[in-house]
């Protein structure tokens, strides 16, 4: 996991992987309010973002998530988000595996999870296997607007573990 500011990325480019500099560059200068969610392209599959609405729930209602093909990077735009993450548990297993389908599976609330906030400029980057829960309300629940940016596990040099 790695967190910073969006404004800082430029400045610490020798310190993160090519591939995050490049989806966190592809984000600049974009109306990111402004834009219709969906989907946008930056490398094909390998490489793109999706502009969220997202409704902030309590952490209870809220599912630990991992991926096995691609990191996140994700950034609030509206408003504050809470993140869970925790460190690795060997042998956890999902509650639901939909990783073949929509490289996604989720799991019970760990033990060792800790909690982060992040306000509209800052990022977080989950990688491949490590657990987030995201979504969180920091206070009551509340829409907001997000971008999380997906990038393959090739693309950082890993392999998608099976």
């Known amino acids: 996991m790695i967190t910073g500011l969006l404004a800082d990325s430029a400045r610490h480019k ?3 992987p090519a591939a995050i500099v490049r989806g966190l560059g592809a984000l600049e200068g974009r109306d990111l309010a402004g834009l219709p969610a969906g989907r946008y392209e930056i490398e094909g599959e390998k ?3 999706l502009v969220q609405d997202a409704v902030l729930r309590p952490a209870e209602e809220c599912r630990p998530e991992a991926h096995r093909s691609h990191a996140d990077i994700q950034l609030p735009v509206s408003g504050r988000e809470r993140y869970g993450a925790a460190l ?5 297993q999902p509650v639901e ?3 073949d389908s929509k490289d996604v599976a989720f799991y019970a ?6 909690f982060l906030d992040l306000d509209p400029g800052s990022f ?3 990688f491949p296997g490590e657990l987030h829960r995201p979504c969180v309300a920091v206070q009551e629940s509340t829409s907001i607007r997000k971008v999380v ?3 393959h596990a090739s ?3 890993l392999q998608a573990e099976q």
């Open 14 to 16: 020798a310190l993160l």
């Open 47 to 49: 490489l793109f973002f």
């Open 88 to 92: 690795p548990v060997a042998g956890m």
């Open 97 to 99: 595996d939909l990783l």
């Open 109 to 114: 609330a760990p033990e060792n999870e800790f």
């Open 124 to 126: 977080v980057v989950f």
């Open 149 to 151: 940016v997906k990038v």
């Open 155 to 157: 693309l950082l040099g």
